[in-house]
């Protein structure tokens, strides 16, 4: 199993930032493709932004691309989401995901929410206009 923790959420203003982080543990983090998804009151859960195994490509919706940074320190077993620039439209809850199979040849893959095969409980983000 795969126990996923984030943390880092709260209430900033449009133009502000936060940095989210998800601790994991109960498997080799290493192994592990990593996910951050979002979902506000009313809409469907969101890709937001993805990593591989070994770090060496990352993935964005275009909604975020450009204001959103992910990254993950190994060592650490944590996966991090840097949101800079935030507007009240990035208002939701933020779920950090864990993928098994670790690599896809297909960037479409990272995208797809039923591809995760661990989730966290989420941490709600608001920003206010």
């Known amino acids: 199993q795969v126990q996923l923790v984030e943390s880092g959420g709260g209430l900033v203003q449009a133009g502000g930032s936060l940095r989210l982080a998800c601790a994991s543990s109960g498997r080799t983090f290493s192994t592990l493709a990593m996910g951050w998804f979002r979902q506000a009151p009313g809409k469907e859960r969101e890709f937001v932004a993805a990593?591989?195994?070994?770090?060496?490509?990352?993935y964005y919706a275009d909604s975020v691309k450009g204001r959103f940074t992910i990254s993950r320190d190994n060592a650490k077993n944590t996966v991090y989401l840097q949101m800079n620039s935030l507007k009240p439209e990035d208002t939701a809850v933020y779920y950090c995901?864990?993928?098994?199979?670790?690599?896809?040849?297909?960037?479409?893959?990272?995208?797809?929410?039923?591809?995760?095969?661990?989730w966290g409980q989420g941490t709600q983000v608001t920003v206010s206009s």
């Open positions: 995901a864990a993928d098994l199979i670790g690599y896809y040849s297909i960037s479409y893959y990272y995208t797809q929410a039923r591809k995760y095969d661990y």
């Open positions: 990593i591989t195994r070994s770090g060496d490509s990352t």
